[in-house]
């Protein structure tokens, strides 16, 4: 949930509604969107990272507009015991060295061939 007014971000994990109108979560966080600053090390959010989720989600109006100016988030099915600043946390599920870290940050080789997506994934 994004608070317009005063600039805070909320974002809950595993949550859902009650019946009298509140709601449980299994964790939330708080962004303070005007200062910019990380959660503390060791600090989980609802991604588990450590991050929040909402600034690495492609919006409509990025897509409609042809361009993402941002780092897009994802998730991966296997995590390392690790972390990668800006992440704070980790959350693994693999004793796998191959498996990516929390925050990690991939990027496709220049020479990567992207013809056979359609135009439209390429322009973004």
């Not at 449980?24 to 989980?44: F, H, I, K, M, Y």
């Not at 990668?84 to 946390?89: C, E, G, K, M």
Request: aromatic share 10%; with cysteine.
């Amino acid at each position: 949930m994004i608070d317009n007014s005063n600039c805070f971000l909320y974002e809950l994990a595993s949550s859902y509604p009650n019946s009298d109108g509140s709601w449980n979560a299994d964790s939330a966080a708080v962004w303070d969107l005007e200062n910019g600053e990380q959660r503390p090390w060791t600090w989980t959010s609802a991604d588990a990272a450590g991050l929040p989720i909402f600034p690495g989600l492609i919006r409509y109006d990025e897509v409609a507009a042809g361009q993402i100016q941002h780092a897009v988030r994802f998730t991966l099915h296997d995590s390392q015991a690790a972390m990668v600043p800006p992440a704070s946390h980790w959350a693994a599920n693999s004793s796998n060295a191959s498996a990516a870290p929390m925050g990690m940050r991939l990027r496709l080789k220049a020479n990567y061939d992207i013809t056979p997506f359609s135009a439209n994934v390429q322009s973004s």
